[in-house]
């Protein structure tokens, strides 16, 4: 229950936080990544804002055992630089700069009642689902 | 000179550094606590694909995150109106497949833009810095080709 409560406060932060630095604009963002156009430094602007929290406070939880609430921290076990790394990074620019989304503003857009965000995540969630089924459908 | 005039300007026009900093600086906070509280990584995309293929006991949480993130924006955009306005009219082709990548390629390379971008990084992972110079990387070349050769959208 406590655990549940969290995730709905953390979710609420992240989508206030995406609306005050216009994360959830798209054009926004296309404006970023247009270096040659309009281009807009915003985005490097909210990394440097949120890492400069997150920097200080996981140097800080990584010395603690166990969270909080829940039973473990769930930290990735992965250290290779592979090639799936790389060739997925590369395939999620390219509908990034198609786009202009990422999954977390696709999914607050929905509080702006925007109708993009119901066609990103269908499509969104297609991309899961092709990639389940042709990479991880023997677990 | 000129030239450097007017990217000044067409820069000035569109940046907004102080509230990019701030709204950052709560995207930090939110991580944060679903770090500290819950031992969990905010990774938008590893949320959302869990909904569906993560164990049955490990998706509420996953739900009421997401139900957070719309709620924060519609209680932002009460209290400020028409600070974030929808986008309208952008070709549905490139929202159709730029979607489908964005979900392949995020499965794939194990962590979107926040997993990655910012949890991972603050966790002073290489293979996040990695893939966050590739999604930049990658993405400016497609807006590129789509802005200024293609000419698809504006």
Known sequence: ?139 | MRTLHTLGETILENFTPISALAGGALIGISVTVLLLFNGRIAGVSGILNGLFFAPKNDRLWRLLFLVGLVLGALLFNMGVPDFNVPRQNYPLPLLVIGGFLVGFGARMANGCISGHGVCGLANLSLRSLVATGAFMLSGMLTVYVIRHVLELAA
């Not at chain 1, 890492?51 to 990735?76: D, H, M, N, T, Y």
């Not at chain 1, 989304?101 to 999914?107: E, L, S, T």
């Not at chain 1, 269908?122 to 089924?133: E, V």
């Open chain 1, 1 to 139: 229950m406590k655990t549940n409560l969290i995730a709905l406060l953390s979710g609420i932060i992240f989508g206030i936080g995406l609306s005050l630095s216009q994360m959830i604009n798209p054009n926004k963002v296309l404006n970023f990544l247009d270096i040659t156009g309009h281009f807009d430094p915003s985005l490097i602007f909210v990394m440097v804002g949120a890492l400069s929290v997150a920097l200080v406070s996981f140097k800080w939880i990584r010395k603690r055992a166990v969270p909080l609430f829940g039973e473990s921290f769930q930290w990735s076990k992965k250290t290779v630089i592979d090639k799936p790394l790389i060739f997925g990074g590369v395939i999620f620019g390219v509908g990034w700069g198609l786009s202009g989304y990422c999954p977390g503003p696709v999914v607050a857009g929905l509080g702006l009642f925007s109708m993009e965000s119901v066609i990103m995540i269908a499509a969104i969630c297609a991309g899961f689902f092709a990639y389940n089924a042709l990479f991880e459908s023997n677990k």
